[in-house]
């Protein structure tokens, strides 16, 4: 990994170990989405729906991130855009669907979010557990690692909100926690995107000093 990871050159994802793992997560966060979303429905909670979106975006970037494995700069970096694009809308609407439950009267169900937030949080933490070794990389690659890292705080957060939910019997903390995961969207959206933009310059510059 050394030789992959290292300042001069980034990991592309070029593995048959790092598809596999992909895989797994795959299927993984994918379950977690239909999971999460049902319950968190069911449960009014603004927060288990917020997680159940992370995971959904997870599963899609370890989609795009797997197609895009091996293919040119251009491809990877515009690959990247996207994600970097789709969490950023995914904040903002996790933004206005919070300020909008602000003003809807109805306290979440505690016990299901803690249920569902321990298990999203198992779940997560086997992802991040397969995935840590490939952390550092291209854009393409740190977009899987900053999902992957999202939903693990996500989970722990959506646990604590359904404690504070249940020592408080308000809707508060839940919205607190939305709120505080779609800045967590946002920010790693920026991230993404920033990198994706610096790889691509970074191309070009190359391809211009080699001419």
């Given amino acids: 990994m050394s030789g992959c990871c290292g300042r001069d050159a980034k990991f592309e994802g070029v593995s048959a170990d790092y598809k596999r793992r992909l895989w797994i997560v795959i299927a993984l966060n994918a379950t977690m989405f239909v999971v999460e979303m049902s319950a968190g429905h069911y ?34 970096t515009n690959a990247a855009l996207a994600k970097g694009l789709s969490l950023f809308l995914m904040g903002l609407w996790v933004f206005g669907s919070t300020l909008y439950r602000v003003f809807y009267v109805g306290v979440p169900e505690a016990g299901i979010m803690g249920v569902v937030g321990v298990m999203a949080l198992a779940t ?30 996500g989970n722990v957060a959506v646990v604590l909100a359904a404690f504070g939910v249940w ?42 000093g080699a001419t």
Avoid at 46 to 52: I, S
Avoid at 126 to 143: E, M, Q
Avoid at 167 to 191: H, R, Y
């Fill in 167 to 208: 020592g408080t019997a308000t809707g508060w903390p839940d919205l607190i926690v939305a709120g505080i995961m779609a800045t967590l969207f946002l920010s790693s959206a920026f991230q993404i995107v920033r990198q994706a933009l610096q790889e691509r310059r970074d191309a070009r510059q190359h391809i211009h």
């Fill in 43 to 76: 449960a009014k909670s603004q927060a288990l729906q917020a997680d159940a979106l992370d995971f959904f975006g997870d599963a899609l970037t370890y989609g795009i991130s797997l197609a895009v494995i091996g293919a040119s700069i251009q491809v990877r």
């Fill in 124 to 153: 997560n933490l086997a992802s991040v557990f397969l995935l840590v070794r490939y952390k550092d990389g291209d854009a393409n690659v740190r977009s899987v690692w900053l999902c992957s890292r999202n939903d693990a705080i």
